[in-house]
């Protein structure tokens, strides 16, 4: 399970000119799985021009504990200690009566790391436990990371709204993310 909150705001100055700052924090806990903490901070600078904007996005992320190879039970997820990213950006989004359509790209520098962490095997009676010697190795990741993806939405009669989201998302050498959906909202 994981629970926690967001806060942000988004200044709009004079031209299209625009700026957006976040903070987050997340408490993971769960059967077989060790507690954790995430907290990030999110930063854009841009400027919106004719359905466009670009600019620039920065990202910091952090995790107590690295539970990328977490193995017993549930598995594990991407969880580095630090990561950073710094990425120019650029969108295009399109709103009519009916249709909406925002798509974008990104391309910029990641840094990330995960700190070492014991191995955790099951044994015969089926208790977790931990070998001392054995460690996952520390790993830092340096590199470019894209990002791309659309949404598309079709408002419907009675305020209903049928969409689809796509993104594909490379952070690091090690992993990468697919995300894709349909939904159905009611706006009030």
Request: proline letters at 2%; glycine letters at 10%.
């Amino acid at each position: 399970m994981r629970a926690g909150g967001n806060l942000g705001y988004t200044f709009s100055f004079s031209d299209g000119y625009f700026a957006n700052a976040s903070i987050s924090a997340a408490f993971y806990h769960g059967h077989n799985v060790e507690t954790n903490h995430q907290f990030k901070v999110e930063a854009v600078l841009g400027r919106y021009y004719k359905g466009f904007s670009f600019g620039l996005f920065g990202l910091a992320e952090t995790y107590k504990q690295n539970q990328n190879n977490f193995t017993f039970g549930h598995g594990g997820y991407y969880s580095p200690q630090m990561a950073f990213l710094i990425t120019p950006f650029v969108s295009y989004e399109h709103k009519s009566e009916k249709h909406y359509f925002k798509g974008g790209l990104a391309v910029g520098y990641y840094q990330d790391r995960l700190d070492s962490v014991k191995m955790y095997l099951k044994n015969t009676g089926g208790d977790t436990s931990t070998i001392n010697d054995l460690y996952y190795a520390a790993e830092r990741h340096k590199n470019l990371s894209g990002n791309i993806g659309f949404i598309y939405e079709y408002t419907m009669p009675n305020h209903f709204i049928i969409g689809t989201e796509n993104r594909a998302l490379q952070s690091s050498s090690d992993y990468r993310e697919i995300i894709s959906r349909v939904y159905l909202k009611k706006e009030f």
